[in-house]
Nanobody
């Protein structure tokens, strides 16, 4: 199966920025739509950003205007640029295709706190 490895998380103050990276073991992001998901403590995993086969980018209302999903040139990496972070963005972030495989990487922790 394709391996998915997320990185770039950390502790950031409200209003700050982080850039998450996702490395896949195969060039899947040229074939499938991309997706970033997150799971906060005690909550279900949710989709925050994805791309469509036509190249459009779709964001959840909670991150629209602050997050940007993009793909790397090598088609096996993708990114999530997160700006104007809020405490409610605190979660473990996961990358996957969209719709997702039935398995997940280890995720990367994002904590927004002063």
């Amino acid at each position: 199966q394709v391996q998915l490895v997320e990185s770039g998380g950390g502790l950031v103050q409200p209003g700050g920025s982080l850039r998450l990276s996702c490395a896949a073991s195969e060039s899947i992001f040229s074939i499938y739509g991309m997706g970033w998901y997150r799971q906060a403590p005690g909550k279900q995993r949710e989709l925050v950003a994805r791309t469509t086969s036509g190249g459009s980018r779709i964001y959840s209302d909670s991150v629209k205007g602050r997050f940007t999903i993009s793909r790397g040139n090598n088609k096996s990496t993708m990114y999530l640029q997160m700006n104007s972070l809020k405490p409610e963005d605190t979660a473990v972030y996961y990358c996957n295709i969209y719709p997702p495989y039935n398995y997940w990487g280890q995720g990367t922790q994002v904590t927004v706190s002063s």
